[in-house]
């Protein structure tokens, strides 16, 4: 299959390029961190951006939504949403 775009950078804003199933941790921060999250079940989640400072829960997260928030921590505590993408 041909790529148009194998030849370009990627960037922040661009697209993304892969995904993997989160899990959330109370402990463990995220191996790298994403893009954006992908939420397929929707509730609150649990987390802390990239930059560091306080954890905050996202409350009523629809099914289907695409959060473009860098996480370096998705929280087990707190997060009721379900089957999570780390895009990258």
Same mark, same amino acid.
């Given at each position: 299959?041909?790529?148009?775009?194998?030849?370009?950078?990627?960037?922040?804003?661009? %697209?993304?390029?892969?995904?993997?199933?989160?899990?959330?941790?109370?402990? #463990? %921060?995220?191996?790298?961190?994403?893009?954006? &999250?992908?939420?397929?079940?929707?509730?609150?989640?649990?987390?802390?951006?990239?930059?560091?400072?306080?954890? #905050?829960?996202?409350?009523?997260? #629809?099914?289907?939504?695409? &959060? %473009?928030?860098?996480?370096?921590?998705?929280?087990?505590?707190?997060?009721?949403?379900?089957?999570? &993408?780390?895009?990258?």
């Amino acid at each position: 299959m041909t790529d148009s775009f194998t030849g370009v950078a990627a960037s922040l804003t661009a %697209p993304a390029r892969r995904a993997l199933a989160l899990v959330p941790s109370d402990t #463990q %921060p995220l191996a790298e961190i994403p893009k954006a &999250l992908f939420v397929g079940t929707g509730g609150a989640i649990a987390m802390r951006g990239a930059g560091g400072g306080a954890d #905050q829960i996202w409350k009523n997260v #629809q099914d289907g939504s695409i &959060l %473009p928030f860098r996480a370096e921590f998705v929280r087990a505590t707190g997060t009721t949403a379900a089957d999570i &993408l780390a895009l990258y």
